[in-house]
Structure formats: structure tokens, C-alpha cells
């Protein structure tokens, strides 16, 4: 049996990894087992303008297929590496190394799901897709009608029921070498640099072995008191996994179990939590399948047609970090700078864009995606419309999120604002959430001018959430 195994971008490792384990498991028909490892550099996302709008999620890219690459290597294949569309050059592959079958991770996100159509459809052999982006194949989890689920609680409630999340995988101890007759052909990786591209240090590294060693460390370190630290933005103790598990260099039952066996006895509400978000995540690629228009618009369908405000000052001081609102001033630096922001500050932010500023989250939504290095569809849909208030079990609508209470309460010594936004950095703590109520002895202690070297808010908080209320009142009536 000779296989095509086709990584795609969210898959790439070995271990744990369902596609390559069934490319070496069949030997059905007595013949070799043969093994074809190809990565297609496609236009979608590497052709020059995709990839300078993505910068930190290409440079995470990148080392996990070089990474993956040396890995398959050791093994004793080879990662054969092409560029152009997969529509067009897998199934041509498939032909001219006559494989017997093309194996694959499935993907949630319409647009691999729509590529796989294409390619199933030009392909003269099957293409056999496994359903391990997530823990439970999406849209296995039904209400009692049928029906996908909109309430998060009871899709946990049904996980925790149903579910059982199978053992990882082990890495294959070895491969077998490329058959004689497939050349790999010249093509390598590009560098950063031919893609306009410079490598920036402060964005996550990429690759199979930076992903075990980051989540090896952080149960090392924080996994215990998860429960506690999660919303302080100053620290850093969230697990970093976003980017592993979006671009699959730890698959996500790897990271369950791991988490599973280092916390069940040391601290289970820290386990608790923690694999509570790992559904989250679950719940977003679930709701993301089933309907995939939710890219395109709100869930709740009241909120079609809502009148977002053209404010083009408003969104450039949002996108830049300089709306006088430090916290979500942070936020936005952090992410331009490092292609990360922590999740509390996500919601901070959005919830600004939306309600306070009233411009349409999908703007918010597309910026995210291209500049978070675990920049995902599902997830950041659900976390857009969550925080804009119109999304699958949101938070009410009515609630704003106040930028300046938020930073009090998690960011109390106020170190994830000097952090970012350094104009402040000297700042009291009692006023750096709101340095336009600071007097003037200290502002000037601090050497902060509002309006000069830090901006005064772009809205006051009362007025937007007024604004914000009235406009939405009599919007979905
Ligand atoms: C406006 C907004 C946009 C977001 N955009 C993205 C995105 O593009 N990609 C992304 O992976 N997450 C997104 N999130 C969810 C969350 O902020 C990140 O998953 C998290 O901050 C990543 O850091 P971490 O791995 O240290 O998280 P941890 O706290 O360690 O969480 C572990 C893992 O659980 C999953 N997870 C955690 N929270 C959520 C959540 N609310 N929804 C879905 N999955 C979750 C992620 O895979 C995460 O890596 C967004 C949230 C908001 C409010």
C-alpha cells in the first residue's frame, strides 16, 4: 500500500499523529508499506500578500515544517515540499507516484473543507481524513433534538457524558525511505526574508520540540495554579499552547492527557479549568462547523445589519494602541509587537472595539486573525462575537466591559500596562488604568502629559456606554 500523507498546516508533527500512524499500520495486501510525506506550499497563504498581512503565524509556520521536515528525516523518510495550489498539484501528485490513497487530518475551517472537496473531487484514488483537529469529531455532539449546540454548559455537559478522549499516539520509531521512483524535486522552504519577512524573537518559536518543551515547562512551573492566575495579565500563566494546537505541533489529546496525568491528584480545579478551556475550544471549532457563515455574520440573527459607526481615527488609535484607555492600549501593542495577547485583555479590547468605539467586530476580528500567531477561525469567531455580545452564548449584550475597572482588578500593581505601554511606566498603581484622573504632581513625577506624550480617551466611558445601549436598544428592539 503505498500512501500519500498530505500535511497541511495543523498537523504538523509525528507523534500522535492519526494519518501517518494509519499510512504505516496497513499493510492489508501484503504488499510494502509505503510512505509519501508532502507539505504544498499553497498560494492561499504564502503568496506575498497573504503572507505580509500574517507575519507572526507565517514565521510560526515555517519552523514547524522545518522542524517537521528534520524530524521525518531522522525517522528516515522525507517531507517532500512543493508550492503552487493543492487543488491542483496533490491530485497530479497522486497520479504520477500512483499512491493508493491520500491520507489527511480534516480540517474545521470552511476554506480547508472546501479545499478538500475540490481535491477529493480531482483525486483518482480516496482521500482518507481523520478527524483529530479536535477531541470529538466535530458535529458528533447532537441536543436531544438533533440540533447542534448553542449553549457552551450543556455542550461540556454532553462532552463529560459522552466523550472519551482516546490515548495519544506514539511517534513512529522509524519510517520507511521514499520510494525510487519519487524524487522530491528542488523546492525548499522559503526564508522570511524572500517573503518580505524579518524574524522577530518575541514571537513564539515554532516547531514539534519547542511545542513538548513549552508544555513541559509551564506544568512544570504554573499548570498547578492555573485556576488562579489565568486573568492576571501581568503574569505569564496561561500555557501558551494557542499556536500548538492550531497548527498542530501537540495535537490537542496530547496536551488533555498530559494535562490529565500532571494535575489529577497535584490540583484538580486547576485540571478542571484548564481542560474547561480546551472545550471552549472545542465548542468554537464545533459551532464553526456547523456553520460556517458564522465568518461572514453574527449568530444571532438580530444583529444583521446592526449600525456599526465608519470611525477611521477611532479604529486607527485602536489598531495602534492609543485610544488613552491603557489596558486596551496594551493590548493592541502587545499584539503588534509579539503576535500574542492575554486572553483577558482580548476580551478587553474587543469589547472596546464593539461597544465602546461601535465599530464592527469582524474589522477586529480580521486584524486578530492576522496578526495572533495562534490567529484561528473558530476560536477567534467565537471569541469576537462573544465579546461583541452577538455571538453562540455570548455574554449579554448589554454588558460593557470598563476598560479602566477591568485593569484594576487584573492588573492591580499595573505591570502589564508599563509593560507594554511604557509612557506610564512610572505611574502609581492607583492611577495608571486612568491617568487623565492622576494630579498633576504626580503626573508630572511620572513625566505623563495627557493629551501630549499619552493620548486623553478617544470616547468617555459613560457616553460610549450610553451610546452603545441606545443604539442597540433600538437595533434588536
Ligand atoms: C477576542 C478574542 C479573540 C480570540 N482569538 C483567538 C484565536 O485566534 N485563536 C485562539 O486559539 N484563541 C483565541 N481566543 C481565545 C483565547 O484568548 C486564547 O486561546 C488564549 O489566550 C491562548 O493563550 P493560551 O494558550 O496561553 O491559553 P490557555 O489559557 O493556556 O488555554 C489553553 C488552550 O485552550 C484554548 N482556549 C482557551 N480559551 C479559549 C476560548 N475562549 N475559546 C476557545 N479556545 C480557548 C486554546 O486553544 C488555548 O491555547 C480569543 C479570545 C478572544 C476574547
Known amino acids: 500500500m503505498r500512501s500519500l500523507v498530505w500535511y497541511r498546516g495543523k ?11 494509519a499510512a504505516l499500520e496497513d499493510d492489508s495486501n501484503g504488499d510494502d508499506v509505503e510512505v509519501i510525506p508532502v507539505f504544498i506550499l ?50 497530479a501528485f497522486a497520479a504520477k507516484w500512483k499512491v493508493d490513497r491520500v491520507v489527511a487530518q480534516s480540517w474545521v475551517a470552511p476554506v480547508g473543507r472546501a479545499r478538500d472537496r475540490l481535491v477529493a473531487r480531482n483525486l483518482q484514488v480516496p482521500l482518507q481524513l481523520f478527524d483529530t483537529e479536535t477531541l470529538c469529531p466535530p458535529g458528533s455532539l447532537r441536543t436531544g433534538s438533533g440540533d447542534p449546540y448553542s449553549v457552551f454548559s450543556a455542550f461540556a455537559r454532553a462532552f463529560a457524558r459522552d466523550m472519551k478522549v482516546p490515548p495519544p499516539l506514539p511517534a513512529p520509531r522509524s519510517l520507511p ?5 519519487v524524487k522530491p524535486g528542488k523546492q525548499t522552504l522559503p526564508s522570511l526574508r524572500s517573503l ?24 512544570k512551573r504554573d ?18 499552547l494557542g499556536a500548538d494546537l492550531k497548527f498542530g505541533t501537540l495535537s490537542v489529546r496530547t496536551v488533555w492527557h498530559a494535562v490529565d496525568r500532571a494535575l489529577r491528584e497535584l490540583s484538580p480545579d486547576a485540571l478542571r479549568v484548564y481542560q474547561n478551556e480546551l472545550l471552549w475550544r472545542e465548542f468554537a471549532h464545533s459551532t464553526l ?30 489598531v495602534e494602541g492609543r485610544t488613552g484607555y491603557p489596558v486596551v492600549d496594551a493590548a493592541a501593542r502587545q499584539l503588534l509587537a509579539t503576535g500574542f495577547v492575554h486572553n483577558r485583555a482580548r476580551m478587553i479590547a474587543a469589547s472596546f472595539l464593539a461597544k465602546h468605539l461601535l465599530i464592527d467586530f469582524r474589522r477586529g476580528e480580521q486584524h486578530y486573525l492576522e496578526w495572533l500567531t495562534d490567529g484561528d477561525w473558530a476560536n477567534n469567531d467565537l471569541g ?81 456606554r450610553r451610546r452603545f445601549l441606545d443604539t442597540a436598544r433600538r437595533h434588536l428592539g
Request: some cysteine; aromatic content about 12%; proline content about 9%.
Open 289 to 318: 462547523f456547523d456553520r460556517p457563515e458564522l465568518l461572514v455574520q453574527p449568530f444571532r440573527a438580530a444583529w444583521r445589519g446592526f449600525p456599526w459607526r465608519d470611525d477611521e481615527a477611532g479604529w486607527r488609535a485602536w
Open 177 to 181: 525511505p521514499l520510494p525510487k521512483d
Open 42 to 91: 499553497d498560494d492561499f497563504f504564502f503568496a506575498p500578500e497573504a503572507t505580509r498581512r500574517t507575519p507572526y503565524r507565517i514565521q510560526f509556520l515555517l519552523d514547524s515544517i522545518a522542524s517537521l521536515a528534520a524530524n521525518l528525516e531522522h525517522l528516515g523518510s522525507r517531507l517532500i515540499i512543493a508550492s503552487g495550489r493543492s487543488v491542483d498539484l496533490l491530485p
Open 11 to 21: 498537523d504538523l508533527r509525528i507523534a500522535d499523529h492519526a494519518p501517518l500512524h
Open 223 to 240: 499548570a498547578k495554579d492555573y485556576d488562579e492566575l489565568r486573568n492576571l495579565m501581568a503574569v505569564d500563566g496561561t500555557s501558551r
Open 384 to 464: 469576537w462575537q462573544w465579546s461583541a455580545g452577538c455571538g453562540c452564548d455570548a455574554q449579554p449584550w448589554f454588558r460593557l466591559f470598563n476598560p479602566v475597572t477591568q485593569g484594576e482588578k487584573f492588573d492591580p500593581a499595573g505591570d502589564y500596562v508599563r509593560a507594554w505601554v511604557p509612557e506610564l511606566a512610572l505611574l502609581p498603581a492607583k492611577y495608571i488604568h486612568a491617568p487623565w484622573l492622576a494630579p498633576a504632581r504626580d503626573l508630572a513625577a511620572a513625566g505623563v502629559r495627557p493629551g501630549s506624550n499619552y493620548p486623553l480617551p478617544v470616547v468617555e466611558h459613560a457616553f460610549a
Open 196 to 219: 518580505g519577512l524579518a524574524r522577530n524573537d518575541r514571537a513564539l518559536e515554532g516547531g514539534e520540540r519547542a511545542a513538548r518543551d513549552r508544555l513541559k515547562a509551564w506544568l
